[in-house]
T-cell receptor, first 114, second 111 residues
Framework: EAGVAQSPRYKIIEKRQSVAFWCNPISGHATLYWYQQILGQGPKLLIQFQNNGVVDDSQLPKDRFSAERLKGVDSTLKIQPAKLEDSAVYLC????????????FGPGTRLTVL | RKEVEQDPGPFNVPEGATVAFNCTYSNSASQSFFWYRQDCRKEPKLLMSVYSSGNEDGRFTAQLNRASQYISLLIRDSKLSDSATYLCVVNSDNYGQNFVFGPGTRLSVLP
């Protein structure tokens, strides 16, 4: 079974530039998550989708971050404009949608903002 | 108070040692609990779910105390390959699935 795919794996940009990340979850997984993991910290949920609807985006900085999952499959996360403090690993995860079900993570995108 | 807190670590232990990690959570309505393992520069992977009755998987034992809002992970006979960061994860279930990760506890098993 193919895992969660993410691209790019690494991205270096200057502050105030824009960047987009892509995620393709495990086939059939209804729930998709985007997390931000800053070095030395645990992952922090940015947004959660159930199919193509947003379940929770309470921690998404909406003035600069946006995400979509238009067809209920793959998803993009965008930052515009980027700030230095956005430097982190952006992890995408998916699960089948049941409360006790395991989340499967992609390899992440390591973003460096200069 | 943070929603999920863990021992700050790092833990440096010799091979063969027994080590225990603690985790506390603030939301008494939390429904499900997990331990994830994260290797350096890799993504988190599920180590084990934590059940009310406690559960064991080989050298790993997880315990849950709902009254104290406390979760533990015990690793017996530590191996070099156990070196990683261990993340406590709580599903607060406010929206059906709301997974909150703790900051993690780093373990280094030394030869």
């Amino acid at each position: 079974e193919a895992g969660v795919a993410q691209s790019p794996r690494y991205k270096i940009i200057e502050k105030r530039q824009s960047v987009a990340f892509w995620c393709n979850p495990i086939s059939g997984h209804a729930t998709l998550y985007w997390y931000q993991q800053i070095l030395g910290q645990g992952p922090k949920l940015l947004i959660q989708f159930q199919n193509n609807g947003v379940v929770d985006d309470s921690q998404l900085p909406k003035d600069r971050f946006s995400a979509e999952r238009l067809k209920g499959v793959d998803s993009t996360l965008k930052i515009q404009p980027a700030k230095l403090e956005d430097s982190a690993v952006y992890l995408c995860a998916s699960s089948s949608g049941l409360a006790d079900n395991e989340q499967f993570f992609g390899p992440g995108t390591r973003l460096t903002v200069l | 108070r943070k929603e999920v807190e863990q021992d700050p670590g790092p833990f440096n232990v010799p091979e063969g040692a027994t080590v225990a990690f603690n985790c506390t959570y603030s939301n008494s309505a939390s429904q499900s609990f997990f331990w994830y393992r994260q290797d350096c520069r890799k993504e988190p992977k599920l180590l084990m779910s934590v059940y009310s009755s406690g559960n064991e998987d080989g050298r790993f034992t997880a315990q849950l105390n709902r009254a104290s809002q406390y979760i533990s992970l015990l690793i017996r006979d530590s191996k070099l390959s156990d070196s990683a960061t261990y993340l406590c994860v709580v599903n607060s279930d406010n929206y059906g699935q709301n997974f909150v990760f703790g900051p993690g506890t780093r373990l280094s098993v030394l030869p």
